[in-house]
């Protein structure tokens, strides 16, 4: 089975990450696509200090070196930040890594979107051919979840649904599909560079998967959690 696997967002801790991927070709023919910015910055988990550093091309193609990979300066395509920055700069990296895998021409069978700090594992020994053929029109991912606005633990839940006193939100750790149902919720991401245009990923995510009828199924044979940076290491 032919898989693209779609790595997006800034640089982050990739390389410790891909150190700890499961050998993911072993299951799959994969080819990678990279969307990242040329500078990454981010706060340490363990003390009140960032991690700063330039990304060069060598950081990618060092773990992927077949990968087709854009590194993006961050400033001119977003010269004035919008509202909730990081979502559409991620949301960005979803849509331009949707069009490197499209413009490669190539068909693949299965699409996993991946954070660069997101450690790729395996959640269970199964066929992965067959799993995938079972499944064609599945959309891969959490499930979504239901938050509470302004929540009283004197309510009963049935309440909240009564006066519509909640929101529906949903991870964007990874996703995975066939390049069909990955089309269907990436190719109506709207404009993400329109600064007017307030997005959150999470609820955008969790209504557009309601409004598509398209529900994250959470029993994948892959599964993935993100690592923090720490400073101190021991």
Request: aromatic residues 16%; proline residues 6%; contains cysteine.
């Amino acid at each position: 089975m032919k898989a693209a696997i779609l790595v997006y967002g800034m640089y982050r801790e990739f390389d410790y990450c891909i150190k700890r991927w499961v050998d993911i070709e072993k299951y799959l023919d994969c080819d990678y696509y990279f969307s990242t910015w040329t500078k990454s910055e981010q706060k340490y988990s363990d003390i009140d200090l960032f991690k700063k550093f330039d990304v060069t091309p060598n950081m990618i193609t060092d773990y992927l070196p077949n990968c087709v990979y854009n590194i993006i300066d961050n400033d001119y395509i977003f010269p004035i930040k919008p509202p909730y920055p990081n979502s559409n700069m991620l949301m960005f990296h979803w849509k331009n890594l949707y069009k490197l895998m499209i413009d490669s021409g190539n068909h693949y069978d299965i699409v996993i979107l991946i954070r660069t700090d997101g450690v790729l594992s395996l959640n269970e020994e199964v066929n992965i051919d067959d799993w995938i053929n079972e499944h064609p029109n599945d959309l891969f991912g959490d499930p979504i979840n239901m938050i509470l606005t302004n929540p009283d633990n004197t309510k009963p839940i049935s309440e909240y649904f009564e006066l519509d006193l909640y929101k529906i939100t949903s991870n964007d750790i990874m996703f995975a599909g066939s390049m069909d149902i990955m089309s269907k919720w990436i190719n109506i991401i709207p404009d993400t560079t329109n600064i007017n245009k307030i997005l959150h990923s999470h609820f955008w995510l969790a209504t557009t998967f309601e409004n598509l009828k398209l529900y994250p199924n959470p029993h994948f044979p892959f599964t993935c959690h993100f690592i923090r940076p720490k400073f101190y290491l021991f």
